[in-house]
């Protein structure tokens, strides 16, 4: 470095540069314009697919770090759910080694899996998924309504005004005495309508069963 520093004019060379096409280097040569569309088409396949698995890892680990919120007896296992995770990150794995990490020799995931001896995709979502448990709500004061009619205790009245024992988060139990009047009408209720109540309560109500009408 001293040398040319010292005396450039001695020992400077002259170079030509020519601007010629690579094609003409010895090694392999640059990807054409086929090339380069079909690793695009690979690229942006694998892409797509890569949400949607990222969609269903994030889904199967909701479910199984909240194992305990979910009711599991029609389902899958949480040991299933684990073996559909551990599927999950492999088909993410056969993505990136496929296309993701090499673009320039971009081969879809399914015959990168072939290559190497597996197979592309190896997860299957569960068909069925766990419901959720059903939590027991906080108990609210609850003024009893006046129910006349039996209906008026399944359904309410048709004009709204007087709400149903489910709606009110109440149990009722019936009991259906023999008598006169019109079968359905309110006899008595235990407490008394206008008394108020935790919902949650059981609500004793006795009804009017007439066999002749």
């Known amino acids: ?3 040319m520093h010292d005396d450039p004019t001695a020992n400077a060379r002259p170079y030509q540069w020519l601007l010629s096409p690579l094609s003409i280097v010895e090694g392999p040569l640059p990807p054409n314009s086929a ?45 299933d759910f684990a073996r559909f995770i551990a599927d999950v990150q492999t088909d993410l794995d056969t993505i990136a080694s496929g296309a993701i990490d090499h673009p ?12 190497h001896g597996g197979t592309f995709p190896t997860s299957v979502p569960p068909s069925i998924f766990p419901e959720e448990l059903k939590s027991n709500p906080v108990p609210v004061p609850v003024v009893l309504p006046h129910w006349t009619f039996g209906e008026d205790i399944e ?14 988060g109440l ?9 006169t009047g019109i079968t359905g009408t309110v006899i008595s209720m235990t407490p008394k309508p206008g008394d108020t109540v935790m919902s949650g309560s059981t609500v004793f109500i006795s009804l009017v069963n007439n066999p002749d009408n």
């Open 1 to 3: 470095m001293s040398a």
């Open 35 to 79: 090339d380069l569309e079909h690793a695009q088409d690979i690229l942006r396949t694998c892409a797509t697919a890569r949400l949607t698995l990222l969609d269903q890892l994030n889904q199967l680990c909701w479910y199984r770090d909240h194992a305990t919120h979910y009711d599991w007896s029609k389902s899958a296992s949480p040991t």
């Open 104 to 115: 320039a020799q971009a081969v879809m995931p399914s015959d990168w899996a072939q290559g």
């Open 155 to 168: 359904i309410g009245s048709g004009d709204g005004t007087i709400p149903s024992a489910s709606s009110l």
């Open 171 to 179: 149990n009722v139990s019936l009991d259906w005495v023999v008598g």
